[in-house]
């Protein structure tokens, strides 16, 4: 797939303020600072479409961006948000699951998994749970540039082995890095298939 046109289109802090038009979506999610926003202006090829940021929890907001005038890519908010109260969290949290479960444009959700570390019990808890409630998703590992090939590797096996525990089949699988380009095109081709 060639994205020639990206756009911003909108950003909403409730389900119902997202778009109406029914155009299919590709939404991505991941712990904060895992790389959601970099991903996206990769994908895009568009530098600064997506604010990135050092900051975790820059993204507080369900952002949708326009792809080829055909469909949207949406950035949400990351989970285990580092520096907001209790009560912005609940909210998040709500803004979150109500996209996922109840977003019927919403075609494929990827979860985005920093590479870097060992399986943590927050990323495998939210992938366990995508798989339980039957939302049809895929992992992307994100940062490969961090870490040698064969360090790579294993972090991937370590994670498929973890989930194995509890899946008889893994989901798609992707590593990307936004450094170095890494995975774009099998990402771009994955997204055209299941559009």
């Known amino acids: 797939m060639e994205i020639n046109k990206a756009q911003f289109i909108t950003s909403s802090s409730k389900l119902s303020e997202c778009p109406k038009e029914g155009i299919p979506e590709i ?3 991941g712990r ?8 996206i202006n990769l994908l ?9 940021s050092q900051t ?5 907001l369900i952002n949708h961006f326009l792809i080829n ?3 949207y890519i949406v950035d949400l908010p990351g989970y285990g948000y580092a520096r907001v109260g209790k009560g912005q969290r609940s909210g998040f949290k709500k803004m979150i699951e109500d ?4 977003r019927e444009e919403m075609v494929n959700l990827f979860v985005l998994v920093d590479i870097r570390h060992k399986p943590m019990k927050i990323d495998v808890d939210f992938i366990n749970e995508m798989g339980e409630t ?5 992992i992307v590992f994100t940062k490969a540039d961090k870490l040698s090939k064969s360090a790579a590797k294993m972090s991937l096996m370590a994670y498929q082995e973890e989930l194995l525990k509890s899946w008889e089949e893994l989901p798609p699988l992707f590593v990307t890095s936004s450094e170095s380009g890494e995975g774009r095109e099998q990402l771009l081709e994955y997204i055209e298939q299941i559009l």
């Not at 904060?32 to 991903?39: C, M, R």
């Not at 975790?56 to 507080?60: A, F, I, L, M, V």
């Not at 039957?134 to 895929?138: I, K, L």
């Open 69 to 71: 005038d055909s469909f």
């Open 56 to 60: 975790p929890g820059k993204t507080q």
């Open 99 to 102: 996209y996922i479960h109840q």
């Open 134 to 138: 039957g939302v049809p998703f895929s």
């Open 44 to 52: 895009t090829g568009v530098k600064g479409l997506a604010k990135t």
């Open 27 to 29: 939404a991505f999610i």
């Open 32 to 39: 904060s600072n895992v790389g959601k926003s970099s991903l």
